[in-house]
């Protein structure tokens, strides 16, 4: 895990953080932990997989083409020559 020292925060600022911990039954360091990953994962961002999945279907691709991607070659690798 990483640590992230804040230096000169205002001393009001650091008041109403830890009120506003005390609020919701945390510590003023798990407070400010919930307030920047709120800050930066907002629930509305779009996530990867389901930005890939709206354009697969977007494009047509039917479950069947995928299962299709998905199955792998089985054939056994070939040992690399150096001669």
Not at 48 to 59: K, T
């Amino acid at each position: 895990m990483s640590s992230v020292v804040i230096r000169n925060l205002p001393e009001e600022t650091h008041r109403a953080l830890k009120a506003q911990a005390m609020l919701h039954g945390r510590s003023t360091e798990a407070e400010i932990r919930t307030i920047l990953e709120a800050a930066v994962r907002p629930p509305q961002r779009v996530r990867l997989g389901s930005l890939l999945a709206s354009i697969g279907r977007e494009a047509g691709v039917c479950d069947q083409d995928i299962a299709a991607l998905q199955t792998s070659d089985q054939t056994p690798a070939e040992p690399m020559s150096f001669e």
